[in-house]
T-cell receptor, first 117, second 113 residues
Framework: GAVVSQHPSWVICKSGTSVKIECRSL??????MFWYRQFPKQSLMLMAT?????????EQGVEKDKFLINHASLTLSTLTVTSAHPEDSSFYIC?????????????FGPGTRLTVT | LAKTTQPISMDSYEGQEVNITCSHN???????ITWYQQFPSQGPRFIIQ???TKVTNEVASLFIPADRKSSTLSLPRVSLSDTAVYYC??????????????FGGGTRLMVKP
């Protein structure tokens, strides 16, 4: 089946620094990738949608200058949390979808646990 | 948006059949119903998807009545490893703002020995 990986699986950073999270589709072309954030005991919340080669579309309330998304190729999207603060500590999950095939399935990565101290 | 409503939590015992119902009164004609499973600190995993009547795969069945305003995920003979949160999503999944991207609260299933 389709596999999506994320790197790193967990990261601890100091307040004010930036952190980059990678999301890769390993065996299919990810024409669209999605980034979610999940706080403890809560559901997933969509942050943004990115299409290969174009700017990401952010959900309402998500700061695009703080959460930089780059979908440079059909297999890689990155999320950079800039000037991270403790309130950005969360579980970040990406998913990917191949829009060239007519299914509605998105494949999720394993997630990245970010802790900002 | 086709909002979904699920029970917050359910308890079951090993070997029992578990049925989790999701209400989606505003489902649109083009909408599909998809269920995901999520373990702690992991990404969601696709379980099953359907449009109408019944769909069955190796892990679950999905029952959808004729009016499609609800759906029921059926897990046969659950085991301890089925303890997880189950999400029901509804939408056509197309476009950046597709409803299929909106996760509801999910149902926390606890399977006891």
């Amino acid at each position: 089946g389709a596999v999506v990986s994320q790197h790193p699986s967990w990261v601890i950073c100091k307040s004010g620094t930036s952190v980059k999270i990678e999301c890769r589709s390993l065996d299919f072309q990810a024409t669209t990738m999605f980034w979610y954030r999940q706080f403890p005991k809560q559901s997933l919340m969509l942050m943004a949608t990115s299409n290969e080669g174009s700017k990401a579309t952010y959900e309402q309330g998500v700061e695009k200058d703080k959460f930089l998304i780059n979908h440079a190729s059909l297999t890689l999207s990155t999320l950079t949390v800039t000037s991270a603060h403790p309130e950005d500590s969360s579980f970040y999950i990406c998913s990917a979808r191949d829009d060239t095939i007519k299914t509605y399935e998105q494949y999720f990565g394993p997630g990245t646990r970010l802790t900002v101290t | 948006l086709a909002k979904t409503t699920q029970p917050i939590s359910m308890d079951s015992y090993e070997g029992q059949e578990v049925n989790i119902t999701c209400s989606h009164n505003n489902i649109a004609t083009n909408d599909y119903i998809t269920w995901y499973q999520q373990f702690p600190s992991q990404g969601p995993r696709f379980i099953i998807q359907g449009y109408k009547t019944k769909v069955t795969n190796e892990v679950a069945s999905l029952f959808i009545p004729a009016d499609r305003k609800s759906s029921t995920l059926s897990l046969p003979r659950v085991s301890l490893s089925d303890t997880a949160v189950y999400y029901c999503l509804v939408g056509d999944g197309w476009g950046n703002a597709g409803n299929m991207l909106t996760f509801g609260g999910g149902t926390r299933l606890m399977v006891k020995p």
